[in-house]
């Protein structure tokens, strides 16, 4: 059971627009969202545009579509740091007036050289101070030539703890962390100093993010805390592997999420399996955005990686076709059958085909192709028709035939006519199947023929027999 909040819930999904919308990115805007969801509380879009190097508008959509396609949507937002640029240039301001941050001259030579120097000595290299204005110490003069970058004045002693929801208690030495680099030398501010004053003046109560940021957790938190801010609670989300246990990449398949829905996939399958990707509520597989909202908790939430696993993936989506309204998944395959040569005009009733072909289909690209046999002209292999069609099943395909105009064209009566057809010539019902399904559709795999026939339709059925009497 959650602990509700003293405090309204707000939490935060925070890409870098420099590429699609990967499935860790995509697990994370899920649990941040749902964790919002349950408590009522609010769900932010920020986008951390600051590397204007990588970053693109083409990336930033492609945020967007992914979170429109997934359906997680947000309550505030998007907000874009590079539209920012006052407010941080205004707390860099305060905190040069409040002596937590300084001006440092530094070249970018002479800090890669004191770097040296420590990597030489076996230790961690990091900036040495030379700026930093300590009590009593005197500061070099001031290069006439340089524009100067903002550091942070990190403190030099003690620790770091924060708890972490997803994996405990975490200690850093301030020892470990130098005096963090916060505004450029063009005034531009750095990433993790637009992150802590973003959290502080969107009042982020929850911050869940990719245990990739685990280093970077302790710089925010001496910023916030330097600033007077509000801490929020932080959970590092362990990554998401692939099914050979290396990080998920393109080796392992889509790893963007706009691959998925091209695939052919839907996208509550895909939150589906998301959420089960580090999160669990008892032995519960299947379940709804809904149900996954109430139940989310961040108690369950497990420190341990991930792996991705297509054919569970694969599972889910055909649990999620077979639940899906026919007349939506018309819309999601007819481009697909268009581009085959589908011909929808006087053929069946598409949602009509689709009820029927889905049990059986992963994707709905499966589910296309598919439900092609009721939408293009037979083609049947002459072969196979001559193995099927012999002399011994043409006096009963004439009988069906006849029965064909009086029959009450429903699937009952129909697999009834059938079996009397069968009886009055001894046959039996692969036999007479066989060779319908190959005049009707052109194939000899199709579900029961009964259903095909009724979906197909008396007078469709009734033209393609006729060519082979």
């Known amino acids: 059971m959650t602990t509700t909040p003293a405090t309204p819930v707000r939490t935060r999904f925070a890409p870098s627009p420099t590429g ?200 925010q938190i001496n910023i916030l805390r330097a600033i007077g801010a509000p801490l929020p609670e932080y959970g590092h989300l362990p990554m998401i592997l692939g099914s050979d246990g290396q990080k998920l990449s393109k080796r392992h398949g889509a790893v963007s999420v706009m691959e998925y829905p091209a695939q052919g996939y839907l996208p509550e399958a895909m939150l589906n399996y998301l959420a089960r990707l580090g999160w669990s509520h008892g032995d519960d597989e299947v379940f709804s955005m809904a149900q996954f909202c109430e139940w989310f908790n961040l108690e369950h939430l497990t420190a341990s990686a991930a792996q991705f696993n297509n054919e569970k993936l694969a599972w889910l989506n055909n649990h999620w076709i077979k639940q899906a309204d026919n007349a939506r998944l018309g819309e999601l395959v007819k481009p697909r059958m268009l581009e085959a040569g589908a011909v929808f005009e006087g053929g069946p009733d598409l949602a009509t085909v689709l009820g029927l072909m889905k049990e059986r289909s992963n994707t709905t690209n499966e589910l296309a192709d598919a439900a092609m046999l009721f939408f293009r002209a037979p083609q049947p ?80 059925v009734a033209a393609r027999v006729a060519k082979y009497l």
Request: hydrophobic share 40%.
């Open 20 to 219: 699609f919308l990967h499935l860790g990115g995509a697990r994370t805007a899920l649990y941040s969202w749902a964790f919002a969801r349950h408590f009522g509380g609010t769900f932010v879009l920020r986008i951390e545009d600051t590397d204007l190097e990588r970053s693109t508008p083409e990336a930033v959509q492609a945020i967007i579509d992914g979170m429109q396609w997934l359906g997680l949507d947000h309550d505030e937002g998007p907000f874009y740091q590079m539209q920012r640029m006052d407010r941080y240039r205004e707390v860099v301001a305060q905190m040069l007036s409040a002596g937590t941050a300084y001006l440092c001259y530094s070249s970018p030579e002479e800090v890669e050289a004191m770097r040296e120097r420590m990597r030489a000595a076996g230790e961690k290299p990091r900036y040495d101070g030379t700026w930093r204005p300590d009590e009593g110490k005197t500061l070099p003069p001031v290069p006439a030539d340089r524009k100067p970058v903002v550091r942070f004045k990190n403190p030099l002693d003690g620790d770091v703890t924060w708890n972490d929801v997803v994996k405990g208690s975490i200690t850093i030495s301030n020892r470990e962390l130098d005096d963090l680099v916060i505004a450029r030398p063009d005034g531009t501010p750095t990433y993790n100093f637009c992150v802590a004053v973003d959290d502080w003046d969107m009042k982020i109560t929850h911050v869940l993010r990719g245990d990739d940021h685990v280093n970077n957790t302790p710089r």
């Open 381 to 460: 292999d002459p072969a196979l028709l001559a193995q099927h069609l012999s002399d011994a099943v043409k006096p009963a395909l004439a009988l069906f035939a006849e029965r064909i105009a009086t029959v009450e064209w429903t699937k009952e009566a129909i697999a009834a006519m059938l079996k009397e057809v069968l009886a009055a010539n001894g046959l039996k019902m692969p036999q007479i199947a066989m060779p319908l399904r190959l005049i009707v559709t052109g194939q000899l795999q199709t579900p029961a023929i009964d259903a095909v026939l009724q979906i197909f339709g008396r007078d469709a």
